[in-house]
């Protein structure tokens, strides 16, 4: 079995695999999973306006999934997606408040805040990893707690004279697009999504055509070959981590200026971050992989809406369903070696 073809077949295994645990799951319940499926499919993919949130669901989770694919690619994992995108999400908020400009300047301004805001975030357990060899995952989870509180503080003192939430932004730095409201029928799908489809392409360049691309993924294989080569090994750690907190810091300006179009505070994680990681998992840590796992998730996250509704069966089903499915990526050898076994017995 050719390694692309493994690489393929594994996650459309345990997307596979999840939904048959789950509908086993909804027969002990006392649920049709037929039904609780239908009303999933339906929810998603039923109609225009469906169609057109499960689109703008699935936008911050390719910036999220590319934010950890990326750092992942590089030899690093980065756990603080979650805390870049918040702060991303309210440098956009800010800077969309801030300012009176023309929409041309205006809305890139925003999004390259949210950028800027990002990869700062991913600055700092990027210099600590290079500098001090202080280990990623440790600093990453801290600073999803830090940019929470740091940012709820903003939001309540700083950018807001509201207790809970800012004004809404401008026109003029609001990706809200008039054209897919009228296709999907008013749903709360944005302009937000040609910019994710964007950045897929642009980490695939970056890692695959670049002289820098190259030396991030050599750096992530083995840092002493690399230093050996010649590389700036400290460099191309912070760097990637810079890179990776951008993608995440832009899945924040989604949320701002696009499906809610404000900050408001958080007494919890979105959870967007959290889900960018079992996002790149499914989808091979690779570009494309990314944005056809994004799709999956935002369709069964906006179809788990409509399950109870159709057809009683509780939403959080949903999320037992997405557990299996990263399970059964998690437990890629197992379906590896199964797979050729029976094409051994076939033969």
Same mark, same amino acid.
């Given at each position: 079995?050719? %390694?692309? *073809?493994?690489?393929?077949?594994?996650?459309?295994?345990?997307?596979?695999?999840?939904?048959?645990?789950? $509908?086993?799951?909804?027969?002990?319940?006392?649920?049709?999973?037929?039904?609780?499926?239908?009303?999933?499919?339906?929810?998603?993919?039923?109609?225009?306006?469906?169609?057109?949130?499960?689109?703008?669901?699935?936008?911050?989770?390719?910036?999220?999934?590319?934010?950890?694919?990326?750092?992942?690619?590089?030899?690093?994992?980065?756990?603080?997606? !979650?805390?870049?995108?918040?702060?991303?999400?309210?440098?956009?908020?800010?800077?969309?408040?801030?300012?009176?400009?023309?929409?041309?300047?205006?809305?890139?301004?925003?999004?390259?805040?949210?950028?800027?805001?990002?990869?700062?975030?991913?600055?700092?357990?990027?210099?600590?990893?290079?500098?001090?060899?202080?280990?990623?995952?440790?600093?990453?989870?801290?600073?999803?707690?830090?940019?929470?509180?740091?940012?709820?503080?903003?939001?309540?003192?700083?950018?807001?004279?509201?207790?809970?939430?800012?004004?809404?932004?401008?026109?003029?730095?609001?990706?809200?697009?008039? *054209?897919?409201?009228?296709?999907?029928?008013?749903?709360?799908?944005? %302009?937000?999504?040609?910019?994710?489809?964007?950045?897929?392409?642009?980490?695939?360049?970056?890692?695959?055509?670049?002289?820098?691309?190259? !030396?991030?993924? $050599?750096?992530?294989?083995?840092?002493?070959?690399?230093?050996?080569?010649?590389? %700036?090994?400290?460099?191309?750690?912070?760097?990637?981590?810079?890179?990776?907190?951008?993608? $995440?810091?832009?899945?924040?300006?989604?949320?701002?200026?696009?499906?809610?179009?404000?900050?408001?505070?958080?007494?919890? *994680?979105?959870?967007?971050? *959290?889900?960018?990681?079992?996002?790149?998992?499914?989808?091979?840590?690779?570009?494309?992989?990314?944005?056809?796992?994004?799709?999956?998730?935002?369709?069964?996250?906006?179809?788990?809406?409509?399950?109870?509704?159709?057809?009683?069966?509780?939403? !959080?089903?949903?999320?037992?369903?997405?557990?299996?499915?990263?399970?059964?990526?998690?437990?890629?050898?197992?379906?590896?070696?199964?797979?050729?076994?029976?094409?051994?017995?076939?033969?």
């Amino acid at each position: 079995m050719s %390694n692309r *073809f493994s690489n393929l077949l594994v996650p459309v295994v345990s997307v596979l695999l999840g939904l048959l645990v789950g $509908a086993l799951i909804m027969v002990i319940s006392g649920y049709n999973p037929v039904e609780g499926y239908a009303a999933l499919w339906n929810g998603a993919m039923g109609d225009t306006f469906y169609t057109g949130e499960t689109l703008r669901q699935m936008t911050p989770y390719i910036f999220a999934g590319l934010a950890v694919a990326f750092a992942f690619r590089t030899g690093l994992f980065n756990i603080g997606v !979650e805390g870049q995108l918040l702060v991303g999400w309210v440098a956009s908020v800010w800077v969309g408040l801030a300012f009176d400009l023309p929409k041309i300047i205006h809305l890139p301004l925003a999004v390259l805040a949210a950028a800027v805001a990002g990869a700062f975030w991913g600055f700092i357990p990027g210099f600590l990893k290079a500098r001090l060899r202080v280990h990623e995952v440790i600093v990453t989870i801290m600073m999803n707690y830090i940019a929470l509180h740091v940012t709820n503080h903003f939001i309540r003192n700083v950018i807001s004279d509201k207790a809970d939430a800012t004004d809404a932004v401008p026109e003029t730095a609001s990706l809200k697009s008039p *054209f897919f409201e009228t296709l999907t029928d008013y749903s709360s799908l944005h %302009n937000g999504i040609y910019l994710a489809f964007f950045a897929a392409v642009i980490m695939w360049f970056i890692l695959e055509k670049t002289t820098l691309g190259f !030396e991030l993924r $050599a750096v992530g294989y083995n840092q002493h070959a690399s230093q050996y080569a010649g590389m %700036n090994v400290n460099r191309n750690i912070i760097l990637s981590m810079v890179i990776s907190g951008a993608f $995440a810091g832009l899945g924040g300006a989604m949320q701002g200026l696009g499906t809610f179009g404000n900050a408001f505070l958080h007494s919890g *994680f979105s959870g967007v971050g *959290f889900d960018g990681i079992a996002v790149a998992l499914l989808g091979g840590n690779t570009a494309l992989g990314v944005v056809l796992a994004a799709l999956l998730f935002g369709g069964l996250k906006v179809g788990a809406l409509n399950m109870p509704i159709e057809s009683g069966v509780p939403n !959080e089903l949903v999320e037992i369903v997405i557990a299996l499915i990263i399970f059964f990526v998690a437990s890629s050898y197992m379906i590896k070696w199964i797979i050729s076994r029976f094409k051994r017995e076939v033969k």
